[in-house]
């Protein structure tokens, strides 16, 4: 993991409705969102107190990269089908695209879930 990740994901996991966090593997062996063009992995998936299912996708803001958009679009729409049990967040450090959160309000967010 980088900094970033790790960062984020022990921010989060120090939240009081966090039950567990896992680091998902990517390619062939995670657990993917199947996309039109690709498979997403997020990085990590988080269960909460209450049983939701997050998952969680960690951009350094210096990645806004061209496959962050689509990503994006994915895990929202992935959560969205999913049901009321289920929750997709793409972070960003201080910055977001379209659809994705800041570190702050992604906790703030979490916190609630």
Known sequence: MNNF?????????????????????SRVKGFSINGYKSNHYPDFIVGTKSGKIILIETKGDDRDNSDSQAKCRLGNQWAELAGSKFSYFMVFDKK????AFNADKARELIRQL
Request: net charge negative; aromatic share 8%; charged share 15%.
């Open 96 to 99: 977001a695209i379209e659809g």
């Open 5 to 25: 990740e790790t960062t984020i994901i022990s921010d989060i996991a120090a939240l009081p409705n966090i039950a567990f966090w896992h680091r998902n593997l």
